[in-house]
């Protein structure tokens, strides 16, 4: 158990919908990732949050955001979904080590 | 040309084989590498991490960074069926911002 947690487990909705997936990250860590993984794209980094301000972007689409509250635990919303959002979404956290990231057990959203 | 080469398998070895998993890289700016075990419908779990070239031992996992030739080599001694699983290299590194990573991830069977 790396410590770190998402809801829900599984996501199941329809195309054009919009869901919040949610992270809460390891006690003491101020960062907090996002990842998509899908079968064909392999492990994709979306964005980076560090105490509540937004750090660094990655392949984020302009239909998803994100959000990191006081308490620290984040927020990603996907909007419009669309049949290719379907994927594994993981969170991962870390302390001011970039090189020790710890990961959620993700979310796994289908999209119909 | 991908950041990141990773061949993605599947490999199969027998138990008590020696595994030897690579990944190669094109931007010299990558300062951090790691290694993460991600079992099937899991999130992935980081193994080992190196800063600097040279190798760096974990029991029966040894880690080894050539920054010369940008590749990068993950050794598993007596593979264990336990040890079945996908292995993505990741590296991180400022390059117009901070950003990390991950190879597509190799495939790794170990018959009993």
């Known amino acids: 158990d790396s410590g770190v947690t998402q809801t829900p487990k599984h996501l199941i909705t329809a195309t054009g919908q919009r869901v919040t997936l949610r992270c809460s990250p390891r006690?003491?860590?101020?960062?907090v990732y996002w990842y998509q993984q899908s079968l064909d794209q392999g492990l994709q980094f979306l964005i980076q949050y560090y105490n509540g301000e937004e750090r660094a972007k990655g392949n984020i689409l302009e239909r998803f955001s994100a959000q990191q509250f006081p308490d620290l635990h984040s927020e990603l919303n996907l909007s419009s979904l669309e049949l290719g959002d379907s994927a594994l979404y993981f969170c991962?956290?870390?302390?001011?080590?970039?090189?020790?990231?710890?990961f959620g057990p993700g979310t796994r959203l289908t999209v119909l | 040309q991908k950041e990141v080469e990773q061949d993605p398998g599947p490999l199969s070895v027998p138990e008590g084989a020696i595994v030897s998993l690579n990944c190669t890289y094109s931007n010299s700016a990558f300062q951090y590498f790691m290694w993460y075990r991600q079992y099937s419908r899991k999130g992935p779990e980081l193994l080992m991490y190196t800063y600097s070239s040279g190798n760096k031992e974990d029991g029966r996992f040894t880690a080894q960074v050539d920054k010369s030739s940008k590749y990068i080599s993950l050794f598993i001694r007596d593979s264990q069926p336990s040890d079945s699983a996908t292995y993505l290299c990741a590296m991180s590194g400022w390059t117009g911002g901070f950003k990390t990573i991950f190879g597509a991830g190799t495939r790794l069977f170990v018959k009993a």
């Open positions: 006690s003491g860590d101020l960062s």
């Open positions: 991962a956290s870390s302390d001011d080590r970039v090189d020790e990231q710890f």
